[in-house]
């Protein structure tokens, strides 16, 4: 099967490292035209610079945009008012104890992992249903079913993110614009393996141990047992993005190594 998206446009939110600039860097290798967002420039620049070397001929532009603000969201609007692909991907994340999280935590954790997602799918997708074909995604977690209790208030917003994508679809019934959730587990992401050097550290064992560790203590179900890739999260992502992937919609796309116990 060859994917070819050329002609389309995405746009990727958080994509200037991790699971985003995978799914960025998939998409434009598959002929779309792809648009990056960070919250700064350089940032931003230098995801750009990387996929054109990754990717020679590729059309790759970028936005710096604070998309947990509405005022961010709609500086992304401005600069590109439409798009057949959106990929929901920003996002935030961090283990802190559920009775030292205060109100302030929760608000940020829900404003920059949902209501981006909300307010961007809110304006592009009414063009899409227009012009009768496109794609939204959300990237959800295997944390929206298996809520770790280290991080509650991150779980919640992935549960949030995989409603709104099912009730998304529904309301999108009968048109070529397909919504979908994307599940990865524990990925080997910019903000992930930050966190392992950190433990590991802490601990006084190396990276590789510590990133083990994680796995046997924290997702002890998880199948694969190790850490999945942000390219292996993009392939999904770029499939459901794809021309073959029209009969698939509201659902929960699972790349989560098999950590969610249960075969439905």
């Not at 991080?151 to 099912?166: E, L, P």
């Not at 614009?177 to 990865?184: C, D, E, R, S, Y």
Request: glycine share 10%; hydrophobic share 40%; net charge negative.
């Amino acid at each position: 099967m060859r994917i070819d998206l050329t002609g389309k446009n995405a746009i990727i939110t958080g994509s200037t490292a991790g699971i985003g600039f995978a799914i960025a860097q998939g998409l434009a290798e598959s002929g779309a035209e792809v648009t990056v967002t960070g919250r700064t420039q350089d940032r931003v620049d230098a995801a750009i610079g990387a996929i054109e070397q990754a990717v020679p001929n590729a059309a790759v532009s970028g936005v710096a945009a604070d998309l947990g603000t509405a005022e961010g969201c709609q500086a992304l609007i401005d600069a590109r008012p439409e798009t057949d692909i959106l990929i929901n991907n920003v996002g935030i994340f961090g283990p802190q104890d559920f009775f030292e999280v205060d109100d302030a935590t929760w608000q940020q954790f829900f404003d920059v992992n949902v209501m981006s997602a909300v307010r961007l799918s809110r304006h592009y997708a009414q063009g899409m249903k227009q012009r009768d074909w496109g794609r939204v995604q959300f990237i959800s977690s295997e944390s929206a079913l298996n809520i770790p209790s280290e991080m509650v208030h991150y779980g919640m917003t992935k549960t949030a993110v995989q409603s709104i994508s099912r009730g998304l679809a529904k309301v999108l019934s009968g048109t070529n614009v397909t919504v979908n959730a994307i599940l990865p587990g524990p990925t080997r992401s910019e903000g992930v393996l930050n966190m392992i050097k950190q433990a590991a550290e802490e601990q006084g064992v190396s990276p590789e141990e510590m990133e083990a560790r994680f796995v046997r203590e924290n997702r002890p179900s998880s199948i694969i047992q190790r850490l999945a890739t942000p390219e292996e999260v993009a392939h999904m992502s770029v499939y459901a993005a794809s021309q073959q992937a029209s009969a698939t919609t509201g659902a929960a796309l699972r790349v989560e190594g098999g950590i969610v116990d249960t075969m439905a």
